[in-house]
């Protein structure tokens, strides 16, 4: 696994963690079962809190990405393919969400954005 974080985007360390394992468990880059490094040893190669890497540990469990299994680490859990989707379709709109407000107070109307959406695609 490989986890970064930017201290200086104004996303928080923790939510950083949390959307990159949970990108990678819904895009199946990291499988059901797979192990999660400890906490202090991802506390410690990205030179964050302990306490930063178990809340993002703590809200993947949470949200169901993660399972912990006391004395054997934390492990990717498995997601059925509804539960997936729902995940998948809530990340997507939230993140168009922002980009049509964003196109809006910029004075982008919805063909132009349309089109700068297909040209990336």
Aim: hydrophobic share 40%; aromatic share 4%; proline share 6%.
């Amino acid at each position: 696994m490989n986890l970064s974080v930017n201290p200086n985007d104004k996303t928080p360390i923790y939510r950083q963690l949390y959307e990159q394992i949970a990108s990678d468990v819904l895009s199946g880059a990291l499988a059901p079962g797979t192990p999660l490094p400890p906490i202090r040893t991802v506390s410690r190669e990205l030179g964050v809190s302990m306490i930063t890497v178990r809340s993002a540990w703590e809200m993947l469990e949470r949200d169901g990405y993660l399972l912990t299994r006391a004395g054997s680490g934390c492990f990717v859990a498995p997601i059925n393919e509804t539960h997936r989707q729902t995940k998948v379709d809530e990340r997507l709109s939230a993140a168009v969400d922002a980009l049509v407000q964003d196109a809006k107070s910029l004075g982008v109307d919805k063909d132009a954005l349309l089109e700068m959406i297909r040209d990336r695609f």
